[in-house]
């Protein structure tokens, strides 16, 4: 989903582990093509180039896959080696703060959330994780549903280029159906503004 690569790239994307290998593969079905070029433009547009390095797109095709793991696994062993680290557990691997706290998507929370370019990469890939996981929150868990019911839509603020680029991600999960619906017309609990 959104968030878990929103919360991967953000604990790579940290200072401390940018030259640390670590495989990253997204991959899926032929169906899942759009999914994923959409994803990427998302991240190319909040978080740059340096987090779009971070990973690779691979659509339909496992043995290339299989191929990529292996030479990244291969990867990650000599930096172990090299660096004395274990090969049982990624102990060089720095996983701030921010990335270890539960996030409460109450409408104080996400409206104070930093969705604003002035700042760490990583830091505002945990910001736009929250955002998400925020709106799955205020989609499907009843938590989040009543509090959309009781406070109306979670007011979402941040750079103007972000903030379009969140929409248009959203808006396009909404015309694939990813937002769940169950048969009815999608309300977005959430509005997001510049």
Request: aromatic share 10%; with cysteine; glycine share 8%.
């Amino acid at each position: 989903t959104a968030e878990e690569i929103l919360y991967l790239l953000g604990v790579l994307l940290h200072p401390e582990n940018s030259e640390m290998p670590f495989p990253l593969v997204l991959t899926g079905a032929a169906h899942t093509e759009e999914y994923f070029k959409q994803i990427d433009h998302f991240i190319g547009e909040t978080l740059g180039k340096e987090a779009q390095r971070r990973y690779t797109i691979i659509i339909n095709d496992p043995e290339q896959v299989a191929i990529t793991m292996r030479e990244g696994i291969t990867a990650v062993r000599e930096y172990r080696k090299q660096h004395g680290d274990a090969y049982y557990f990624n102990w060089k691997l720095k996983i701030d703060e921010e990335f270890q706290r539960p996030f409460d998507p109450t409408h104080e929370n996400m409206a104070n959330l930093q969705l604003y370019k002035h700042q760490e990469t990583h830091l505002l890939a945990a910001n736009l994780r929250r955002a998400f996981s925020g709106i799955v929150a205020g989609n499907v868990k009843d938590y989040g549903i009543q509090q959309i019911r009781k406070h109306g839509p979670f007011q979402l603020r941040g750079d103007q280029d972000i903030a379009q680029a969140m929409d248009k991600l959203l808006r396009d999960f909404v015309a694939q159906g990813r937002m769940k619906l169950g048969g009815k017309t999608y309300s977005p609990c959430y509005e997001i503004k510049s």
